[in-house]
């Protein structure tokens, strides 16, 4: 048997996780939630306006490859500076164990943001699509690498249903060709290796040919510097994950700013 990566880890837990609120909030509740009947914003969209940067900027308060990031910053100043800086999008992780995050983290960030708002999760039932849609998230994450194409496809049509937008996460070219068909608004190519946390740029090079042009492009991981992001474009990424650059100042929002300055005055 072979030794469990992070992911299965994240999984195992998950599941207890996901057990434990259906008891605690079932359906019934969240769909009393009053972000059960709202609209979501595309975010889809929001990555392709021209007089945005593309960047999604991710609000994280620690991971499995780095640790604790930054267990001060608070998340209404730094999602608020980060749409006020020009990010396309934001990104909120609401896992508790493995990344310090909450969906309160993430309704707080509706509370205070008009812009799209993905929830950082890692899915593995479909009552988590309902519960995203309960506490304020525009899109939700589907990781191919913990889904087989069927579920990514059943889930992402009920995500769709809610009017939910999906980012299929893929991290090679076997999990690019199987999920295809899934119908995902957005392919993000993860550049970070789960298993040995080694990032590289290359591998969002090396697929972006094969995603087909219908479905916008996003870069995930690893991403620190304009000149990347320049790279990524020529290639045909249009959306940009940021986390750890941006999370790892004591003011987020500043970093983002000074770098989405940058980044506009190479444009
Ligand atoms: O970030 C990790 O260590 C990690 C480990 C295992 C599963 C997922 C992980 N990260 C989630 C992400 O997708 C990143 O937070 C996101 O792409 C931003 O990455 P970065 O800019 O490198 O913080």
Redesign the pocket.
Same mark, same amino acid.
């Given at each position: 048997m072979s030794t469990p990566n992070?992911?299965d880890k994240?999984i195992a837990e998950k599941r207890l996780e996901v057990a434990e609120r259906k008891e605690l909030y079932p359906v019934r509740l969240l769909e009393k939630s009053l972000y059960f009947g709202s609209t979501p914003v595309s975010m889809r969209k929001y990555i392709q306006r021209p007089d945005l940067s593309g960047i999604i900027a991710?609000f994280?308060r620690k991971?499995?490859?780095?640790g604790v990031i930054n267990a001060h910053a608070p998340v209404e100043r730094t999602t608020i500076g980060y749409m006020q800086a020009g990010a396309s999008a934001l990104?909120v %992780?609401t896992d508790k164990p493995?990344?310090g995050g909450a969906n309160e983290d993430l309704t707080l960030a509706r509370r205070f943001n008009f812009c799209p708002i993905i929830r950082?999760d890692f899915t593995i039932d479909e009552y988590q699509i309902l519960e995203a849609k309960s506490i304020g998230a525009d899109a939700i994450l589907l990781i191919a690498a913990v889904l087989t194409p069927l579920q990514s496809k059943a889930f992402a049509d009920l995500a769709h249903s809610l009017g939910l937008e999906v980012l299929l996460?893929v991290h090679d070219e076997a999990e690019l060709q199987q999920n295809l068909e899934v119908g995902a608004d957005m392919i993000g190519v993860?550049n970070?290796n %789960?298993k040995t946390?080694e990032?590289s740029i290359e591998v969002s090079r090396r697929l972006a040919p094969m995603i087909p042009s219908s479905v916008v492009k996003v870069s995930?991981?690893?991403?620190s510097s304009p000149e990347t992001i320049s790279i990524l474009r020529e290639v045909g990424y249009e959306g940009f994950?940021?986390?750890?650059?941006f999370?790892k100042h004591s003011r987020p929002e500043k970093a983002a700013l000074e770098f989405i300055e940058q980044l506009t005055a190479r444009a």
């Open positions: 992070i992911l994240i991710e994280k991971s499995p490859s780095k990104s %992780l493995f990344f950082k996460e993860n970070r %789960l946390f990032v995930e991981s690893g991403i994950l940021m986390g750890e650059n999370m």
